[in-house]
């Protein structure tokens, strides 16, 4: 089977530091968590560091840090993999969908503003796919409107807009390092923001509610356990120092698939002048004569793995059942998109080939 994505990481390159963790038994809160966190700031660029269990918990934390309560409204991109939404009705907020661009696949500002309340007390921007597209023009109508910006950049570690990396451009930032992003530690997440006041939060909430000064611990609020371990953390370091490269590399296969797919009607998500994108997933529509699913079964008999892009939230069950289900451009995308294999040395060629030979 031809996959979406392989990891770009073997057993080989932490062999080392794995060899060196299991004789000494030091799993846990050590120099390579540290470390981690302070690679993932000098790339982003961003003060602060916090590593996760995965992006759901750190959205989880990033809305608990902006004290979003009960009968708050989230506005959120309808664009994206439920846990956005998912995080807003955990903390009995309501998520108020704004729909997306045809393009980018990522929120439109008009549809932000417009859905801007008195009760509106947080902005969550996907990175659709890994793309950052108009996060600064979204940043802007949030700052006027005095509201926080929450990045769910779960799928864009690598990604910049206008040189600025994402990680250093909303007020929070939350990353997923589950298998199917550019950087992977089997799962788990990280959270970067720029503020002290919040950096301290997620300090003491990661760990238990804890401080810690002069060897004597305190418990100052609840908190939780959310972290990742020293063998996760190596994995993280690992990829880290390979990211550009990587991202190289998939911007070239991504430009090989435009050149053959276009000429047939496949239209490429966009990016907008002045993105890096990391191309986390290589996503286009399909022409509208052709039907996606049946393309998928197709090169799914060929052992190519295919998707969807990703989903309307306010078309899935759960939350077209609680909140009256809307047509938005989202649902179109839902139903014409699909993601090709895209990774190191992927035999594209014969992708292409056999999508031809199914048109
Ligand atoms: C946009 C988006 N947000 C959040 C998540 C959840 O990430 P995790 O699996 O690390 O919790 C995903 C997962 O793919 C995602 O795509």
């Not at 932490?14 to 790339?43: D, L």
């Not at 009705?89 to 980018?104: H, M, N, Q, R, Y």
Request: aromatic letters at 10%; hydrophobic letters at 35%; one cysteine or more.
């Amino acid at each position: 089977m031809i996959r979406l994505i392989k990891p770009y990481i073997s057993f080989e390159d932490v062999e080392k530091e794995y060899r060196e963790i299991f004789e000494s038994g030091w799993f846990t809160k050590g120099k390579y968590v540290e470390e981690f966190r302070r690679v993932i700031r000098e790339y982003t660029g961003a003060n602060y560091a916090h590593l996760t269990t995965s992006a759901t918990t750190a959205l989880m934390m990033a809305l608990r840090a902006l004290e979003i309560k009960p009968g708050d409204e989230v506005i959120v991109s309808d664009f994206s993999f439920p846990a956005t939404a998912n995080v807003v009705e955990e903390l009995g907020a309501i998520p108020i969908f704004a729909d997306v661009s045809l393009e980018t696949f990522n929120m439109l500002p008009e549809e932000l503003e417009s859905k801007i309340t008195e009760k509106t007390k947080a902005v969550i921007f996907v990175d659709a796919l890994g793309n950052p597209s108009g996060i600064h023009q979204i940043k802007e109508i949030c700052s006027r409107y005095d509201l926080p910006l929450i990045e769910d950049a779960a799928c864009a570690i690598g990604s910049s807009e206008f040189g600025e990396k994402c990680g250093n451009i909303a007020d929070i930032t939350c990353f997923s390092f589950h298998p199917r992003k550019l950087l992977t530690t089997g799962e788990g997440g990280a959270i970067t923001c720029n503020d002290e006041t919040l950096h301290r939060f997620f300090e003491i909430k990661l760990n238990h509610g804890a401080v810690s000064e002069n060897g004597k611990i305190e418990f100052v609020d609840f908190g939780y356990n959310y972290r990742l371990t020293e063998l996760q953390a190596v994995m993280g370091i690992k990829q880290i120092e390979k990211l550009d490269e990587i991202v190289r590399s998939r911007n070239l296969i991504r430009d090989s698939y435009i050149e053959a797919l276009e000429p047939l009607g496949f239209e490429v998500q966009k990016v907008s002048e002045g993105v890096r994108h990391n191309v986390q997933s290589m996503v286009f529509k399909v022409p509208k004569e052709i039907n996606r699913d049946e393309l998928s079964k197709y090169l799914k008999n060929e052992n190519i793995e295919t998707t969807i892009g990703t989903y309307s939230l306010s078309g899935t069950t759960y939350f077209k059942d609680k909140y009256a289900n809307v047509q938005y451009n989202s649902s179109s995308l839902e139903y014409s998109t699909i993601t090709l294999p895209c990774y190191n040395g992927v035999d594209n060629k014969l992708i292409i080939e056999r999508i031809r030979g199914f048109l």
